[in-house]
């Protein structure tokens, strides 16, 4: 079954203590992304990556990291969370487009749902 | 800065009744895309829109993109309950950039 997973779903942690959230997608996509989800703000965008080793910033970059060592996994590094991180954040992923700059609709993951006390 | 608006934010409408949700971007681009959020759940994907003019259906949805106005719209026909959830709209940066914007969201509650 294609789909993007991401782990843990729920995570309850304090302020400063580093954590990763995991995704990875099974449908061999080049973009994958992570967003946070904010009521009354939408998604906004994290970062994003375009393939293996290429990553670039979102619209709300600060206090986050990424990595895309493998096609598959896009893991989101929070190196020293802080309250205002308190957030649903998706993990997605799609094919890009060749000939233009733009990506075909994208799987979103399950969300996680992160509490920083 | 690319600004993606849409309006309403909330949208209350009895079952039966039409209406339109709109999506205002600041930006050239020539691919909007829609997706759907059921409380407590993921995003779907809903319509992909590729080119000015473009026209596409999903039962009782029609979502239509004019890129010289930098406008798509949402139309619902004869609204059902099962309809009752939050709207995105989402439009890349271009200029170079696969930073993709999302619209705040529409929530929309269909009361029987």
């Known amino acids: 079954e294609a789909q993007v997973t991401q782990n843990p779903r729920y995570l309850i942690t304090v302020t400063g203590k580093k954590l990763t959230v995991t995704c990875s997608q099974n449908m061999n996509h080049e973009y994958m992304s992570w967003y946070r989800q904010d009521p009354g703000l939408g998604l906004r965008q994290i970062y994003y990556?375009?393939?293996?080793?290429?990553?670039d910033k979102g619209d709300v970059p600060e206090g986050y990291k990424v990595s895309r060592k493998e096609k598959r996994n896009f893991p989101l590094i929070l190196e020293s969370p802080s309250p205002n991180q308190t957030s649903l954040y998706f993990c997605a992923s799609s094919l890009l487009l060749r000939g233009s700059r733009s990506t075909d609709t994208q799987y979103f993951g399950p969300g996680t749902r992160l509490t920083v006390l | 800065e690319l600004k993606v608006e849409q309006n309403p934010l909330f949208l209350s409408m009895q079952e039966g009744k039409n209406y339109t949700i709109y999506c205002n971007y600041s930006t050239t681009s020539d691919r909007l895309y829609w997706y759907r959020q059921d409380p407590g759940k993921s995003l779907e994907s809903l319509f992909v829109l590729l080119s000015n003019g473009a026209v596409k259906q999903e039962g009782r949805l029609m979502a239509s993109l004019d890129t010289k106005a930098r406008l798509s719209t949402l139309h619902i026909t004869a609204a059902v309950h099962d309809l009752s959830a939050t709207y995105f709209c989402?439009?890349?940066?271009?200029?170079?950039?696969?930073?993709?914007?999302f619209g705040k969201g529409t929530k929309l509650s269909v009361i029987p």
């Open positions: 990556s375009m393939n293996v080793e290429v990553t």
């Open positions: 989402a439009v890349y940066s271009g200029a170079g950039s696969y930073q993709l914007t």
